[in-house]
T-cell receptor, first 114, second 115 residues
Framework: AQSVTQLDSQVPVFEEAPVELRCNYS??????LFWYVQYPNQGLQLLLK??????LVKGINGFEAEFNKSQTSFHLRKPSVHISDTAEYFC????????????FGAGTRLFVKA | GAVVSQHPSWVICKSGTSVKIECRSL??????MFWYRQFPKQSLMLMAT?????????EQGVEKDKFLINHASLTLSTLTVTSAHPEDSSFYIC???????????FGPGTRLTVL
């Protein structure tokens, strides 16, 4: 069975600074990887996904992530954050061969300070 | 992109009553739908997976007699919380898999409050 570990529960950062949210996964089979953002009292919004191909994936709002198979990681990065990026970020893994059910990490709260 | 809707978006009910939540894929046929539960300040926990026309597969620890899932068509799945109690209060999110590239799309969620 697959699992997802988000190493930081909270990440405070100043506006316009770079940020990296870490995500590691474990799975014995091929996986798809995702990052979602959730604003308070709202549903999930897909930031980006890795299905295959290039390991560097670019998403919306200036976010990008790099799939590292040897380290089983899929860290999310943004070179310069804005106040509006304050939200909860979830890394997720979907088992390609197991019915595509998606398992989520515990989440990382990104708090951008002025 | 593909759209998944949920109805209602929020519901308040009395303890002991049953509540039905609908999940619809609006512009694609969903071969599989998933139901998640999210408690405040926590992650999404997968409750069950349902395929159209067959019984849902529940995750370990989820009571199938309490959380009834019906996937009667390729565009509709329902989750019924039977005899709801305050501890069932949560944010319930569905997702649907389908479309051209067989991706998974999430609904906006339903907030259930049981008094």
């Amino acid at each position: 069975a697959q699992s997802v570990t988000q190493l930081d529960s909270q990440v405070p950062v100043f506006e316009e600074a770079p940020v990296e949210l870490r995500c590691n996964y474990s799975s014995s089979v091929s996986v798809y990887l995702f990052w979602y953002v959730q604003y308070p009292n709202q549903g999930l919004q897909l930031l980006l996904k890795y299905l295959s191909g290039s390991t560097l994936v670019k998403g919306i709002n200036g976010f990008e992530a790099e799939f590292n198979k040897s380290q089983t990681s899929f860290h999310l990065r943004k070179p310069s954050v804005h106040i509006s990026d304050t939200a909860e970020y979830f890394c997720a893994v979907s088992d390609v061969n197991g019915g595509f059910k998606t398992i989520f990490g515990a989440g990382t709260r990104l708090f951008v300070k002025a | 992109g593909a759209v998944v809707s949920q109805h209602p978006s929020w519901v308040i009910c009395k303890s002991g009553t049953s509540v039905k939540i609908e999940c619809r894929s609006l512009d694609f046929q969903a071969t599989t739908m998933f139901w998640y539960r999210q408690f405040p300040k926590q992650s999404l926990m997968l409750m069950a997976t349902s395929n159209e026309g067959s019984k849902a597969t529940y995750e370990q620890g989820v009571e199938k007699d309490k959380f009834l899932i019906n996937h009667a068509s390729l565009t509709l799945s329902t989750l019924t919380v039977t005899s709801a109690h305050p501890e069932d209060s949560s944010f319930y999110i569905c997702s649907a898999r389908g479309g051209v590239v067989n991706e998974q799309f999430f609904g906006p969620g339903t907030r259930l409050t049981v008094l």
